[in-house]
């Protein structure tokens, strides 16, 4: 199965057991995938006002905190429960922890002072992404900001 940035289970693995993702998906591999793409999505959303989405270079980087935010995702959308918990030793407690760095760090990225940034990755001129600001996890724009603002 291809998941997005040539990303595979066996990268997810780097993160979660197959046996912890068994369990965290009722052995239902449509979770990860979907887990994935909204991965994707996430980051490309707060990426795509200063970078073309999708991104390249694919750092290393970028790969870490994929597979960080693709561990957290899954247990968020199949076992939310599971991430509150005041354990502070628990494998769940860590996880929930990373994300909230992560998120101070997606904020950056499409901040306006840009306190976050992508080295190397291709950038779109002032004001112009090149998918009109999409929501997107390829070629193909799934929301525009237009869009969202017809909606509103």
């Avoid at 795509?48 to 870490?64: D, E, M, S, W």
Wanted: charged share 25%; hydrophobic share 35%.
């Amino acid at each position: 199965m291809a998941y997005p940035y040539g990303l595979t289970l066996e990268d997810l693995h780097e993160r979660l057991t197959p046996s912890r993702i068994g369990e965290i998906t009722d052995n239902d591999n449509s979770k990860v995938e979907r887990a994935a793409n909204d991965t994707a999505g996430e980051i490309e959303l707060h990426a795509g006002k200063h970078y073309a989405v999708p991104l390249a270079p694919f750092t290393t980087g970028l790969r870490t905190i994929f597979l960080d935010l693709w561990r957290w995702r899954l247990i968020f959308n199949c076992k939310p429960e599971w991430l509150n918990t005041d354990d502070k030793e628990s494998e769940e407690y860590a996880i929930a922890q990373r994300r909230k760095r992560l998120e101070s760090w997606l904020a950056g990225l499409s901040s306006e002072t840009r306190s976050s940034v992508l080295p190397g990755v291709t950038e779109v001129s002032a004001g112009v992404s090149s998918t009109g600001g999409a929501w997107s996890t390829g070629t193909r724009p799934v929301m525009t900001r237009n869009a969202l603002l017809r909606i509103g």
